[in-house]
């Protein structure tokens, strides 16, 4: 039986989806440990949500969320063969967020997150998307990403994030609050 563990880490370096090793400080390693929490707290959103609607979105862009980190993961040169988000991504989470909003009234000031357990983790789960987000723009800043479309889409994940917590709230009967 193999062992759950390698031990190559213990030096303080990440293996890539390439032939290189990086500290594991490396912007690079920080962002794909930011998409991960981004995809754990998504589960935690759909487990939690009662909406019936949101276990297939969420479904869906956790998925997409490991097809961005592969590539995030990708050294410069095997960047390409992991390429799979593009343009359409974005528009389907316009859409998704377009319909919803239709749905549920907007507010028009700030809001104090946590009226349903599954609005309060969706929520926490568009902060930690924002940071993935962060971290995606300054990589792609220093030159080590080229798809524009990964932040892109997280900038669109968490406008729809946002959208699923109002979503969430209105199906389980409560007023999601103003911040003032």
């Known amino acids: 039986m193999s062992k759950f563990y390698t031990r190559k880490g213990d030096d303080g370096t990440t293996g ?11 912007p690079r390693i920080e962002a794909i440990g930011t998409l991960d929490e981004t995809t754990a707290t998504l589960g935690l959103a759909r487990a939690l949500a009662k909406s019936p609607e949101i276990d297939a979105i969420l479904t869906k862009i956790q998925r997409d969320i490991y097809s961005l980190m592969a590539e995030v993961a990708a050294t410069p040169e095997n960047a390409a063969k992991f390429r799979s988000i593009d343009p359409s991504h974005v528009e389907w989470l316009e859409k998704e967020t377009d319909s919803l909003s239709q749905k549920v009234e907007m507010p028009t000031e700030f809001i104090l997150p946590g009226e349903t357990k599954g609005g309060g983790a969706l929520s926490v789960a568009r902060t930690v998307v924002r940071r993935a987000e962060r971290r995606v723009a300054e990589l792609l800043a220093e ?10 889409y997280l900038n669109r994940l968490s406008s729809l994030c946002f959208m699923l917590e109002l979503v969430e709230n209105q199906f389980e009967g409560k007023a999601t609050q103003k911040a003032k």
């Open 143 to 152: 030159g080590e990403l080229e798809n524009k479309e990964l932040l892109r």
């Open 16 to 26: 890539t989806l390439g032939k290189t090793r990086l500290p594991k400080y490396h």
